[in-house]
Structures are given as C-alpha cells and as structure tokens.
C-alpha cells in the first residue's frame, strides 16, 4: 500500500507530562499545606495531617526519583513498528 516513515521518538518525551503531573501536585500540595497551616484549628490533628502529607510526598518523590534515573531517557521508540503492527490488523 504505501510505506510509513521512520518515526522515532525520545523516551524523554514521556518526562513532560510527568513533569507537568508533579508540578500541579506541588501546586495543589502547597495550596492544602497553606490552608492547613493558615486557616485550620491549631491541634495535634491538623499538625499530624500536615507532617504526614509532607513526609508521604518526599516519599513517593524519592521512590520515583530512583525508579526514573535507573532509565537511560536518551534511546528513541520506535513508533512506525507499533503503526506497521496496527495497520496489519485493520479490515
């Protein structure tokens, strides 16, 4: 029928929505912290929320960090052989 071009995209590609994903939990996360700290009744409560939400987010930031650098984000994908596969199946 027809050939496909070579498309071949950076693996960094896929760290822009990631990146994008982060900074609005940032965003949102100094937002809640704010209010917390701003607005809320000074109890061991809204203190304890507060440390647990900071300490679980430096956690799953340092979880992710590893997982992310054990990759080497310069090699490409190879998207004209997941396009060929998909053409082949089409009526």
Sequence with gaps: MFD????????WFLLIPFGLVVFFFALYGFFNIYTLLRFATYTFGSYFLTV???GGSIIIGAVCYTYITGYDWTIGWNLTDFLELKSSFTV
């Design 52 to 54: 647990v939400f900071i």
């Design 4 to 11: 496909l071009p070579t498309i071949v995209l950076p693996l």
